[in-house]
């Protein structure tokens, strides 16, 4: 059962490929837990120019129950919540990011991805001339749940799906948060241009800490395979 | 010295091998770091039934003096502690993971992994009728040092060894935490069945900030390739 | 236009080779962000002899506006700070450390890293004898931006350029940072030997929280590829 050499070469040229496209997907995946990380480096800083930049064309952007669509919805999201554009004397936006769980589709032109944040904002007490939105200190985490896409070989954002888990003010902690309240953005509930920094389109209401819900996860239990039903309550 | 097409099919074939496991071997360390990152986000929402899945049948799971042994010890350690299942309205017990090292054996049939969390866990003011052992608001740091096993191709905890590091009252700081004193889960004392929780055996009681201890590190010096002494206290 | 057998085989050698550089870089990028937490672990325990190992000889190490060279300007500086060596009863200096964005070189002997740290520390309310310059406990946040090196195979620190974002006493927190303070290290103002403890050469002064400043990012935006432009102040 011996391969003549024309086996053995179609053979190889076999794996080769095989190995191609497996390689392929894992420097896809260290592409997109790099940009989401950008992301994050750029958001510590308010470079909303630089963000907007990292969304495609035909973006869609889920926060506080709102849809923001395209560049156009982005721009206004980056930006429309502060009015800044670059990192300010005595302001505070550390977005820690970390925990990602990125899975390629077998096409390798679309990615999903699980991210979480664990932020420290605020403004210094020095600092007089503030948004009057900014708490002096705070805390946020959130869970992101993003497909990304790959456009001219180059990896973008499609569907940003942030999800504030908990916010709390430093002075009181997670305990003493006001139930149902929001720090710096309130759940949105007009649409633009009526508000001009709203969403595109109003989607369900965001259920904020102490409410305790599950961001759908993209992937089953690894073990099981078997999908998540969310326990009743 | 030319080679002949043989000679060079031989050596494409070797070298194709070897990509192959090297590739492999890749791919295992992304099985095993996102495997332990979907533990993190199951834990935030009490999902114990999830986690449960993700251990081998022949588990070892080491915690607070405690070892417990297999999917029978899994089920009483995950929903043991608080006797939950799933997210609670006014309950946070977020696990922050990170800073993974995971290292895969030659023959690829085993991992080992160091990882570290950064908790944020209590209970909100609202909330009347939580279990009395969940402090209000605190932090918890702990380091896994772990072994993961590789079954039908599929990877799992087989020994999970989670050593708290520190914890410390919201309101207090780590300065102030009470020496020798635990928050939610003392030290093993008893096994099961004489405590219905308990572990399948007894271990060395751990040692608990103030206290400081290194978790061994399962690699060498990655410049020395010498393996670390302790410096003496 | 069916390509010769030796054609065929020409192909596969040019293929894979190309796959073995790519699936190199990878484990390139495994090995940098891995010795970067080795590190992160090490300084949660004062592992300063272990930490020294981890520079080239010619290191270059960039901190609170001096410079240390080579292994010796290495040994002045971990260590240098507290006297400690290893871990210590009653003291905590957790290095948490996280979103990694490592880019090898196109020749595979140098790359690039950016990676934070979020840091608690401090000392317990139990221990009487602490050095003097640790506050009870504190947070820490700062960038790296560095370069590593590959000698004989082995990567290494080649230069080591932390900045700190912002520190604040735990009892305070960020707004409350007194402006141009500092914890533990004071920016260096004099030089070895005339500062015991101090670096070869001054460098640009920190700009310290509040201040609001850019770590020079070592990647252009990965969508566009621009470099960026800090935003005008």
């Known amino acids: 059962m011996t391969m003549t050499a024309e086996e053995r070469i179609q053979s ?11 390689l392929g ?6 592409s997109v837990r790099t940009l989401h990380f950008k992301y994050g480096y750029y958001m510590d800083k308010c470079l909303f ?3 907007v930049d990292l969304f495609s064309d035909n973006c869609e952007i889920y926060f506080m129950g709102g ?9 206004r999201l980056y930006g429309g919540t502060t009015g800044l554009n670059g990192p300010v004397h005595g302001m505070l936006f550390e977005h820690l990011l970390g925990q990602d769980i990125v ?43 993003n497909i990304y896409t790959k456009e001219d070989g180059i990896w973008k954002f499609k569907v940003f799906n942030y999800n ?18 929001t720090l ?14 709203g969403p595109d389109q ?14 759908p996860f993209h992937y089953p239990n690894p073990v099981t395979g078997k999908w998540l039903k969310p326990p009743a309550k």
């Open 12 to 22: 190889l040229e076999r794996k080769v490929e095989e190995l191609s496209g497996e």
């Open 25 to 30: 997907m894992l420097k896809d995946i260290h």
């Open 49 to 51: 120019g630089e963000i």
């Open 67 to 75: 849809l923001f669509r395209g560049k156009a919805g982005a721009r």
């Open 103 to 145: 899975d390629v589709a077998a096409d390798r032109m679309t990615a999903q991805g699980r991210f979480r944040t664990f932020m420290q904002g605020g403004v210094h007490a020095s600092k007089t001339d503030a948004p009057p939105n900014i708490p002096a200190q705070f805390w946020e985490a959130g869970v992101y749940e």
């Open 164 to 181: 504030v888990s908990w916010q709390a003010l430093y002075e009181h902690g997670w305990a003493h948060t006001p139930a149902g309240g």
């Open 184 to 197: 710096m953005v309130k759940p949105y509930t007009k649409t633009y241009p009526a508000d001009p920094k």
């Open 202 to 215: 109003l989607t369900v209401p965001p259920r904020l800490w102490p409410d305790n819900t599950i961001v």
